[in-house]
């Protein structure tokens, strides 16, 4: 067996260089044509995915006294609604009682 390492890279300055890729747009336009020729097809998303923003979108961080806190949780709970649709009702009663 020779002292040569078979999975060696001789790394001499001379042969290692690397070449600008050429990236016009003709080129491009002919490489993803070979692509496809050959069955590669363009897999990026076509639209945008995951969930769709919600209309709610403002948040209100109320700090509030712990029991007020656990009665709005608890009237939330009982008509099967979120909490903020509670303070949504309560502004809306606010203004009309107003005049807005």
């Known amino acids: 067996m020779t002292d040569a390492n078979p999975f060696g890279i001789a790394l001499s300055p001379g042969k290692l260089r690397s070449k600008p890729k050429d990236s016009s747009p003709d080129a491009q336009a002919r490489s993803d044509a070979a692509a496809e020729k050959h069955g590669f097809v363009d897999r990026s998303p076509k639209k945008r995915r995951g969930r769709k923003p919600s209309p709610r979108t403002g948040q209100v961080h109320a700090k509030v006294m712990p029991e007020i806190s656990r009665e709005i949780a608890a009237e939330a709970r009982a008509r099967g609604v979120q909490q ?11 203004k009309a009682d107003r005049g807005q």
């Open 84 to 94: 903020g649709v509670l303070i949504e009702e309560a502004w809306a009663l606010y």
